[in-house]
């Protein structure tokens, strides 16, 4: 963590880390995951002096985590099912609803 951050980007940066390592991330990667999603965060909160267009621009954090959720009572999004037909070239995706993009994924 950059030196003089708070306290709550400091339990937000070991949450996340620590969250990283359940799930089975190398101690390495879970500290750049934790790494990257603060300085974004202090980024779109104005904590930092500089600040990439796509930190203070783009989704936050959490809500980009919300979307990749595959976990739920209904499983992947729409789009993230056509995102997959599309990268395996199903024809016809265009014109299928969710339940026939799971189908012909075998999902």
Not at 14 to 34: L, M, T
Not at 60 to 73: C, I, L, Q, Y
Not at 96 to 107: I, S, T
């Amino acid at each position: 963590m950059p030196r003089g951050s708070s306290p709550e980007r400091e339990r937000q940066y070991e949450h996340i880390k620590d969250s990283a390592e359940e799930r089975g991330e190398s101690p390495e990667r879970a500290q750049e995951i934790a790494s990257r999603t603060v300085n974004k965060e202090r980024a779109r909160a104005g904590e930092s002096r500089t600040a990439s267009r796509t930190s203070t621009q783009d989704m936050s954090s959490s809500e980009r985590g919300g979307r990749r959720s595959h976990s739920g009572a209904q499983g992947p999004t729409y789009d993230q099912l056509y995102a997959e037909a599309r990268k395996r070239g199903v024809k016809g995706r265009s014109t299928m609803d969710k339940a026939e993009l799971k189908r012909e994924l075998g999902r």
